[in-house]
């Protein structure tokens, strides 16, 4: 069982950062594949970056270039650095971690883009 706390959200400016941790309980964290989702109002929840137990990563589109993941496994932390915010980025951020079949979901933290 991994239990899976997201912090860092807020209000910021468009053109501004923020930087999102997910500290994990639990054991095994090394051995998940770990990722960022977001969900605004009205639209489906969709992937935003994903970073494997080998640190491949992937991005969404949308996010290339802006968005970073990174993961600590020292510190059962997985981070979003998130830079040039745009209104569109406005969203609750999910903290997701798999493994085979096994799925984990925080409950999210809110970033809202606005000036």
């Known amino acids: 069982q991994v239990q899976l706390v997201e912090s860092g959200g807020g209000l910021v400016q468009p053109g501004g950062s923020l930087r999102l941790s997910c500290a994990a309980s639990?054991?095994?964290?090394?051995?998940?594949?770990m990722g960022w989702y977001r969900q605004a109002p009205g639209k489906q929840r969709e992937l935003v970056a994903t970073?494997?137990?080998?640190?491949?990563?992937n991005y969404a589109d949308s996010v290339k270039g802006r968005f970073t993941i990174s993961r600590d496994n020292a510190k059962n932390t997985v981070y979003l650095e998130m830079n040039s915010l745009k209104p569109e980025d406005t969203a609750v951020y999910y903290c997701?971690?798999?493994?085979?079949?096994?799925?984990?979901w925080g409950q999210g933290t809110q970033v809202t883009v606005s000036s």
């Open positions: 639990g054991s095994g964290f090394s051995t998940y594949a």
């Open positions: 997701n971690a798999r493994r085979g079949i096994d799925e984990y």
């Open positions: 970073v494997t137990r080998s640190i491949t990563k």
